[in-house]
């Protein structure tokens, strides 16, 4: 595959077909080490550094059914690897299905962040890139782009996006959420890393602004 920025987009879309079962380790500035295991869908292991272990099962969020209708059979979701996206020539996805019932998303540890990072559906759209070059993070090749967020952009969660900036705390304030207030300082532009082979954000680090701590890092190990 040619890294332009078309491709690089294709790619933040293209987690969910690219792999099925993921183990690795997630450092960050102010976060402990966590060594993980993702099996799509629906099941996390995490093991912090202290030794202590959470099972998580299912998505990050409960659908429920109303109807006044006694026959009412609730209709059945599936997850988008039983679905077929439109891929482009080099085998990343053009277009994501959009059926409402299909069930995005792994499942969440801590925050919404965790499972973008995962899913990096939200730094397809709605943000703008430069700097686009080719890496190796951990003897694995990735893709690298600097980029903020613009108009448009839509982050799984509007509490903990990952480019969080004046674009995101703008709309947040809009949608009736907490907001840092006036002075305060943005990041310039975020540095990211897409791991080539999953899609999945191994890399995201803030340049200049008030959170140069807000970063994180994923060495996949298989």
């Known amino acids: 595959m040619e890294l332009t920025e078309d491709a690089f987009r294709a790619l933040a879309r293209s987690s969910p077909w690219r792999w099925s079962t993921l183990h690795f380790f997630r450092r960050g500035g102010e976060e402990a080490t966590v060594e993980a295991w993702v099996r799509r869908p629906g099941w996390l292991r995490v093991v912090a550094a202290d030794g202590s272990e959470q099972v998580v099962t299912g998505l990050p969020y409960a659908r429920s059914f109303v109807s006044t209708d006694p026959d ?45 990072m995962l899913d990096p559906v939200e730094l397809s759209d709605g943000v703008r890139l430069w700097g686009l070059r080719e890496d190796e993070l951990f003897g694995r090749p990735v893709w690298r782009s600097m980029m903020v967020a613009v108009d448009g952009y839509e982050p799984r ?64 190990i298989d």
């Open 72 to 116: 009412f059979v609730a209709p059945v979701t599936r997850p988008p690897q039983d679905v077929a996206p439109a891929l482009r020539d080099d085998g990343l996805v053009e277009v994501r299905p959009d059926e409402w019932a299909i069930d995005y998303d792994d499942p969440m540890y801590e925050n919404f962040r965790w499972v973008a």
């Open 157 to 220: 969660c509007g509490c903990c996006p990952l480019l969080w900036g004046e674009i995101s705390e703008r709309d947040e304030a809009e949608a009736g959420g907490p907001v840092w207030g006036p002075g305060t300082a943005y990041p310039e532009a975020y540095d990211v890393a897409l791991d080539v082979a999953t899609g999945v954000v191994v890399s995201l680090r803030p340049v200049g602004g008030e959170r140069a701590q807000d970063w994180f890092e994923v060495e996949i």
